[in-house]
């Protein structure tokens, strides 16, 4: 495909990711411990207020969700799973918000739902896997994988963690 001349800079930048893996990004811990504890305060503020309404509701629960929303509020189904069943996902919650089916009651439940699982997800995908204790922040720096040819669009991505994804 007469791309030889692209070998030289593809090499270059090769070369440039091992240097990023191996320089590593520091990891700020007492901004990340900071930032836990918000966290772990607000996923309490909003649980509590889950269980105002029902104790005995796991947030983290899909069936559990769909059951309240579908089959006990009766509200419209704004999407479905791949599977077929009723979603209870980000984007079906912001919908039903939007859409003036809920109650003041049920209004309430869904934004502290929403909210809970932004905070667990903070917690679990980011603040507690780069935490010292978890194995990945070595001598407080991160070392993730970079990869100048680990997409169809050739930017480069990174994995091992996946950093890129971190807010």
Not at 90 to 113: H, M, P, W
């Amino acid at each position: 495909r007469k791309q030889h001349h692209l070998y030289g800079t593809d090499e270059k930048l090769q070369g440039i990711c091992v240097g990023m893996r191996r320089l590593g990004i520091r990891v700020d811990e007492d901004r990340r411990r900071a930032h836990q504890e918000e966290q772990e305060r607000a996923a309490e503020k909003w649980i509590n207020i889950i269980h105002k309404y029902r104790p005995t509701m796991n947030p983290n629960s899909n069936a559990q969700v769909r059951d309240l929303l579908y089959g006990h509020w009766n509200l419209p189904v704004q999407e479905y799973t791949e599977t077929g069943d009723e979603s209870v996902g980000a984007a079906s919650l912001r919908s039903l918000i939007a859409s003036s089916a809920l109650d003041e009651e049920q209004l309430d439940f869904v934004n502290a739902l929403r909210f809970y699982r932004r905070a667990q997800k903070l917690l679990s995908t980011y603040l507690r896997k780069l935490a010292p204790a978890a194995g990945l922040v070595k001598d407080g720096y991160i070392h993730p994988d970079y990869n100048s040819a680990g997409t169809v669009t050739g930017r480069l991505s990174s994995s091992n963690p996946n950093f890129q994804n971190i807010p």
